[in-house]
């Protein structure tokens, strides 16, 4: 195969450019609209090509025609194809599938970028399928805004045709200038939006665009923008477009006789197997080695004429207790192998050397290479074999390659697969790889089985439970019933909830209404605000197989959240503020698999990612664990030993602390006691070989009333989703003044601005962790300050706390008794909030840190500590004079002994 570029327009022979050009005509300028003297005839003919064009299109007739399937195919399908000001090619058909006959087929396409400075073209999550059902194509995400007009958003497009139906369209937003136009787009078939008129030409946007071919053949183009022939520098975009032949052409369906699967029982090794984008096998799982005690190998494998694709050395075995034994000494997946040695070199060649997977026969991997420096080469570089897990990124940050060292799947029938080196090509462009695959039979368990369920759990954002898990039901054959459930100081309210377990290990939990309305007593428009949350006639019910089904009374009007009626047909909803940050989030289905073997199903669970209110579950059922214990032997532990981190001392500062996936002691730490302080400077601390964390320069004070803590930098998780990093992190205390401030970096893909930060500022991340940034605690006669907070415990299971100080708390005293606190602010003790004026409430913040080293979360009311900033009164002369002094010896020392970490 030749060279192909990651982006279809790299691939059409774009760049980024302010405007299109081609060998004969110069780029368009404004001055062609203005009439410009020398440029009239030039007008002139563009505007005779964009006359006619328009009436070509009056007409019906459309140039260029959309890209047709070739004769034979059945159902096409496009994710997104964009044309320029001649209707010369911008972004090719990218993703494409075409079928005929056989197995469906599919492709996927991470992102596509802006091909023009002046202009946005920007789509990202692009999939397009195609088979005997029909074709489909969708797209996540895209913004578009052609030079000088509104710009158009949308999420979760969707077009499809089938043999004997009617295109479908899906559309979950859609906004135009900033104005919500979902509802009369997906209400409309051929929906039509005029742009305001622009210098460039009239701009119009249609959605579910039907026609006909001659042929009998029907497509659908979800999206289309289109702008003025002959003057738009972006003339077309057509976005999820599918197309299938008459019903007539489509082959009689043949009755499939129904087969017993093959069971699994002994285990089965194979040393290489490659998949090409098409679903088709080029390498299907060579050698092999089934049953116990057997064994194979292969000298040199080849994918054939068809794909670059080799392997050297590859040798697997079964072994008697149920294991398996793989080696391959060398495989090579050269896409482009036309370019000579250069092409081993690219970002699309997978290199892999010296691999041994040893598998036990519970599941466990061992990978190991010969030598781990020049162990696996990919995505143009020699990765690092120690975790995992690797995603490599393009040139603009975005995911293009992933690699799974040890790879576990559990099957839904209990059977399970381990891969040793498991290769994914993200956009869907060169084939997938694994590499040491063992399958091994389901253990001898008794079936799943509903062990417990119940119908309404509140939690409040501080952990204290609001409404406790009922009605609740833990027998078989027994029914629970509740006619109204209120939670205890919240307008948290459910009716007609009712729980029963089976017989059949089976359960099924049902709520006629939930309605949590914050600010109901005051505000007569809460329950449309953006915190309400209300439920309507849900029933969730989980079959012997362990299985949820969640089904409403009425689609329509089930679940009203963040200021909407939203789909529940998904299994996942997630609700945006204004600014385009995520605000809230509702799993339906919900399966969590805990690690004492149990399976967690909850029909409907709402988090607010603002931290700000409750947590909300609505029927959850508990599926047991397996009746079989493992083994122990006799001369380990029945527990595993957990790092103790130290005791520290009343007050302290410390540069960072992890537990989780990488675990760290507070580090460096300086404590003060008796008035004396402490202080250390220039540390940078890692996890090592983990690469998760590093945190350079940090520079520590600490006394009994005042403290400081300050880092050059801060690198979190870099190269994933939710990857932190910000520059000169600093946080001070003197009393009663806390300041906090930064040079500014990103979170989770968010700006941070440089500059001073508020108190307790809590971020969202991608996955539903978040970061608080100058989280403030009081805790008994102590005050927490830390500069950053990581809180991941459902995603990476970790809690990162940076630059923390603790010091003795100390109270700001009003200037005098004629400017008392503002009503409603309180003291943030209570939580209680007060009104708006106030600025009360609980927000989640970091603890002190207990005795033993460990970091309870707590709360605190903005009003629990003077704003940052503010004026002391009094000021307290001894710690003052005790921070002046020690932060000049901190910059003498710091200058004189600068270490370079970059």
Known sequence: MGRRAADPAVRAGLGRRDGPRSADRPRVHRELRKGAGPMRLTQGIGAAVATAAAALLTLGIVVPAQAAPEDGVLASAVGMEMFDVDLGTLVAPTPVAEWSSGQDVGATHEHVDDVFKLNTSQASGLSATAGAEGAQAQIASGEFQLRDRPAIEFEGLSASCGPDGAPTLGLDRLTIDGVDLTDEAVSQPGWRYDLPDSIWGPTYVMAGEVSTAPDGSTTMVGLRIQGELGASEIARVRLGTVTCAEAAAWPEPQPIEPTDPVELTEPVATGVTVTAPDGSALIAGEPRAEGLGESAQSDDIAAGDDYPTSAEGVHVATNDDGGAHVRIDEFTQIPDADQGWTGELLPSALRVYGLTVDVTAD??????????????????????????????????????????????????????????????????????????????????????????????????????????????????????????????????????????????????????????????????????????????????????????????????????????????????????????????????????????????????????????????????????????????????????????????????AFGVQATGASHLAPQPVVQSTHDEPQSVVDRTIT???????????????????????????????????????????????????????????????????????????????????????????????????????????????????????????????????????????????????????????????????????????????????PATGSDLSPVIPAAAALLLILGAALTVFRRRNRIDIS
């Open 687 to 865: 996890d090592s070989a983990a690469g998760q964390i590093r945190v350079g320069g940090v520079q520590l004070a600490s006394a009994p009333r005042s403290g400081a803590a300050a880092v050059d930098e801060v690198v979190l998780f870099p190269s994933t989703s939710v990857e932190v990093r910000l520059a000169e992190l600093s946080v001070s205390v003197d009393g009663a003044d806390v300041t906090a401030t930064s040079a500014g970096g990103t979170v989770g893909g968010q700006a941070i601005p440089a500059g001073e930060i508020a108190p307790n500022t809590s971020i969202a991340l991608p996955n539903g962790g978040r970061v608080v940034l100058a989280g403030q605690n009081d805790e008994g006669d102590a005050r927490t300050v830390t500069g950053l907070r990581f809180l991941d415990a459902a995603g990476l299971s970790s809690d990162i706390a940076i630059a923390v100080v603790t010091s003795e708390a100390v109270s700001a005293e009003p200037d005098d008794d004629e400017n008392p606190p503002a009503d409603g602010g309180g003291d943030g003790s209570d939580g209680d909030g007060g009104s708006d004026a106030g600025g009360g409430g609980n927000v989640t913040a970091p603890g002190a840190l207990s005795p033993d080293g460990t970091s309870p979360a707590g709360t605190s009311g903005t009003g629990s500590l």
């Open 363 to 652: 599941g466990e991997a061992d990978v190991q290479f010969d030598d781990v420096g020049n162990a696996v080469f990919v995505n143009g570089v020699w990765i690092n074999t120690s975790t995992d897990l690797y995603t490599g990124l393009d040139a603009e940050g975005n995911e293009r390659v992933r690699i799974r060292f040890g790879e576990r799947v559990e099957n839904p029938d209990g059977t399970v697969t381990v891969i040793g080196l498991h290769y994914e090509d993200l956009t869907g462009t060169y084939p997938e790889v694994r590499l040491g695959e063992v399958h091994l039979p389901a253990d001898d368990v008794p079936a799943e089985r509903a062990s417990d369920a119940w119908g309404v759990a509140v939690t409040s954002p501080d952990g204290s439970e609001l409404i406790a898990p009922q009605p609740r039901v833990e027998e078989a054959g027994r029914t629970q019933e509740a006619a109204l459930i209120e939670a205890d100081g919240f307008p948290s309210v459910a009716r007609d909830v009712s729980v029963s377990l089976g017989e059949e290990s089976d359960a099924t939990v049902s709520v006629g209404s939930f309605e949590q309305v914050p600010d109901q007593g005051t505000d007569p428009m809460a329950e449309y605000r953006w915190p309400a949350l209300r439920v309507y006639g849900m029933t969730g019910t989980v079959d012997a197989d362990g299985e949820m089904t969640v089904e409403f009374a009425d689609t329509g009007s089930a679940v009203f959240v963040n200021g909407a009626w939203i789909n529940t047909s998904t299994d996942l909803y997630t609700g945006l503020d204004v600014d385009g940050n995520e605000r809230v989030r509702i799993r339906f289905g919900e399966r969590v698999e805990n690690p004492d073997g149990t399976v967690t199903l909850t029909a409907l669970h709402y988090e607010d990612l603002t931290g700000t209110y409750p947590d909300v579950r609505i029927g959850q059922v508990t599926i047991a664990a397996s009746d079989v214990e493992p083994e122990k032997p006799d001369d380990e532990p029945d527990e595993p030993e957990q790092p103790s981190d130290p005791a520290l001392e009343d007050w302290y």
